[in-house]
């Protein structure tokens, strides 16, 4: 592998790991295919899902009586072997209870990465929590 090909998949995983974050915040679900295989398998607190049709079904059952979220992804660790990849990333995410509260969440994400034919897709998530604050009052 080249060391161009390797800035490019490294690139390719990062844009895949911040379209992720804007997916569930501007809820993106028609893009689900652009980001993860038809096989992938999503395991957090809030249970795991096999395959696009249940993920989306999990996202939206942790995510629909928001008012708003704003995940933030950080840290990226990327590791690249041919076809296959593996990132480690942190997420803050801030969620929107309403106009005067909000609570904050904190976790790891470990994602495995395939090349396919349309690009590098996620088929594999691991969400690892850390911390979770209870409603807080906003300040903004």
């Not at 096999?50 to 993920?55: C, P, T």
């Not at 704003?70 to 995410?93: F, G, P, Q, Y």
């Amino acid at each position: 592998m080249t060391e161009i090909r390797k800035l490019i998949d490294r690139s390719e995983l990062a844009d895949l790991v911040a379209r992720h974050s804007l997916w569930i915040d501007e809820q993106r679900y028609d893009e689900t295919d652009q980001l993860f295989t038809e096989d992938v398998v999503v395991t957090s607190l809030r249970g795991e899902a096999k395959g696009i049709e249940a993920l989306v079904a999990l996202v939206r059952k942790g995510h629909d009586d928001y008012a708003g979220t704003l995940h933030n992804k950080s840290n990226l660790v990327i590791e690249v072997d041919n076809d296959t990849a593996t990132v480690r990333a942190h997420d803050i995410a801030v969620f929107v209870l309403d106009d005067k509260t909000e609570a904050i969440a904190a976790g790891i994400h470990h994602y495995q990465a395939r090349r396919t034919p349309n690009g590098w897709r996620f088929n594999r998530l691991e969400v690892t929590p850390l911390a979770l604050t209870t409603p807080l009052e906003r300040a903004l």
